[in-house]
């Protein structure tokens, strides 16, 4: 449907679709388990706090909102994995001269040096689950997924505006 109509449900392209949706799900779940075993569990860390270092690591300063907003997870999860990651001291609050009552994070030193070992996992990782696409395909998917996430973000934006998802 180039024009942007929906398929007719039990048709092929429907077919296709559903079967997409169900693919995405899989894929949704089953990343927990590598990254848990080949990322998180080596570092001493949940998966939770795992994608807070990632985030912050990223895209830099960052409020508790704009994470729940970049993982898409509660803020009840978000604010868990802050508080351990604080007590840990891999993050600490950054002044916003912006906005004084915005309380964005950062990593410490003790973050970042965290963040820094855990890349030879996160690379092995990577190399498993996607190393064996080429470098063209990893693009191409790159881009793909860039586009789902959009259109995820864009679902749920439209159902709550509470959990805006950014990426």
Do not use: C
Request: glycine share 10%; hydrophobic share 40%.
């Amino acid at each position: 449907m180039a024009n942007g109509a929906k398929p007719e449900p039990g048709s092929d392209e429907a077919e296709v679709r559903l079967g997409l949706l169900i693919r995405l799900l899989k894929l949704g779940s089953f990343i927990n388990t590598p990254m848990k075993e080949g990322v998180s569990d080596p570092a001493g860390v949940g998966t939770t706090e795992l994608r807070v270092v990632m985030a912050l690591a990223g895209e830099g300063a960052l409020a508790g909102h704009d994470l729940v907003g970049i993982m898409g997870m509660p803020p009840m999860n978000v604010s868990r994995a802050l508080a351990s990651l604080r007590e840990r001291g891999w993050i600490e609050y950054a002044p916003d001269p912006e906005n004084r009552r915005r309380r964005p994070m950062v990593l410490t030193e003790a973050g970042h040096e965290a963040y820094t070992k855990m890349q030879g996992n996160l690379s092995a990782v990577a190399d498993a689950l996607v190393g064996g696409l080429g470098p063209r395909r990893q693009q191409q998917f790159a881009a793909i997924a860039d586009e789902l996430i959009d259109a995820m973000a864009d679902w749920i934006s439209s159902r709550h505006e509470d959990m805006k998802i950014k990426r």
